[in-house]
Every structure is written in C-alpha cells, then in structure tokens.
C-alpha cells in the first residue's frame, strides 16, 4: 500500500495569510493526487485533482502543485471559510490511501 | 445536480450485521465506479472499498481490514450501491460515506454519510 504523509498536522493562521501544506506518496505516484477539505460535521469536498487541476466551483485562491512524491496545497489569502481540515489522497492505486490530515485553525 | 444519499446506519453488536444503502442521482450511475470510505470518530479518512461497472465486470476490491466482512455490491435498476458488512467489530464504528469514481479515477462527489455504532 502506499503511504501518504501530510504536514503539518495542524496550522494557526489568520484570514489574509497564506498557507501552505505539503503531501509525501511513499512511492512514485506520478500526477494521481487529489486533495479534499472537510468541514465538521460534512463530507470531505473535492478541491483539486490531478494534483494541479481545481474541482469546479473550488475558488482560485486554491492551488495545487507537484508530481512523483512531493506536493504542496497552497491557500493564497485565506478566508473564513478556509478553516477546516485538508486531506491529500492518492488515486495511483487501491486500496486509496490519505495522507493524516492538516487542520487550518484561526490564530 | 449529483446527489448521494445513504442510509441504514444504526447501533449494532459486536459480531453483528448491517447493511447500508447508497441512492444515486443526477448522473448516469451504471457508468461508474463507486467507493465506499469511512471515518471512525475524530480521525481521518479510510477506503474501504470499490465496485466497478458492468463494462468491468462489476468488479470489487476491499481494504484489508475489511476483506471478507463486507461486501458490496449495486443495482443498475435503482442506482443504488450497498455495503453489506458482517461480523462487525468495535473498531468499524464510523460514519461511512459512498463516493462516486469520476471517469478519470477520482472521487468526485461524496454523499453525507450515515454512522455505524458498533457496541454492546
């Protein structure tokens, strides 16, 4: 199985910075990744896929970058709405693996 | 709109069964793989499974935690996928969500979820 690896396991921001979380696959996993934001008490909601590519509807201060191991979730000019938690995903192969997931807090 | 509505989730014991419902809507459903994921209380997001369509033989693989437990299976007729799961545990307590497989693998829209207790 593949091992995703997400940090950090949490971050204190305010509504205007920039944040920035990052994803390890404990194996090539090329371009399959995806990323997901989860409110309390909802479904995780699909933000970006193909490790670059935004989910329509998802706003455009949402980005994703990366390929092979290493990729990066940047939220430019973060939003109240923006305070949940984030989880990375790889789709290369099943079983489906996530990465532990990162909570974005208000400081 | 795409909708995902699952149901049948409730309080069970240890070594019991339950079977949870996935209706689909909004979408041409027997083209499509759909998942099951769950989430055990304040962690994070486990795949427990996968039923792929009729062109692939409606095909299922399982999580390891899960293989020969659960089962899933769907009715094209309905648009309806389920997860049948046998000889539950203490630690399948979760909320489970269906997932449709978008044509280019990923997980695309999740229903709300129903919980799964699993206590005596």
């Known amino acids: 199985d593949i091992q995703m690896t997400q940090s950090p396991s949490s971050v204190s921001a305010s509504v205007g910075d920039r944040v920035s979380i990052t994803c390890r696959a404990s194996?090539?996993?090329?371009?399959?990744l995806a990323w997901y934001q989860q409110k309390p008490g909802e479904a995780p909601n699909l933000l970006i896929y193909s490790a670059s590519t935004l989910q329509s509807g998802v706003p455009s201060r949402f980005s994703g970058s990366g390929s092979g191991t290493d990729f990066t979730l940047t939220i430019t000019s973060l939003q109240p709405e923006d305070f949940a938690t984030y989880y990375c995903q790889q789709a290369n192969s099943l079983p489906r693996t996530f990465g532990g997931g990162t909570k974005v807090e208000i400081k | 709109e795409v909708q995902l509505v699952e149901s049948g989730g409730g309080l069970v014991q240890p070594g019991g069964s339950l079977r949870l419902s996935c209706a689909a809507s909004?979408?041409?459903?027997?083209?499509?793989?759909m998942d099951w994921f769950r989430q055990a209380p304040g962690k994070g997001l486990e795949w427990v499974g996968r039923i792929r369509n009729k062109v692939k033989s409606y095909d299922t693989e399982y999580v390891a935690s899960v293989k020969r437990r659960f089962s899933i299976s769907r009715d094209d007729s309905k648009d309806s996928v389920f997860l049948q799961m046998n000889s539950l545990k203490t630690e399948d307590t979760a909320i489970y969500y269906c997932s449709r497989v978008s044509r280019i693998d990923f997980n695309d829209y999740w229903g709300q979820g129903t919980l799964v207790t699993v206590s005596s």
């Open positions: 909004g979408f041409t459903f027997k083209d499509h793989s």
């Open positions: 194996q090539n996993i090329n371009r399959w």
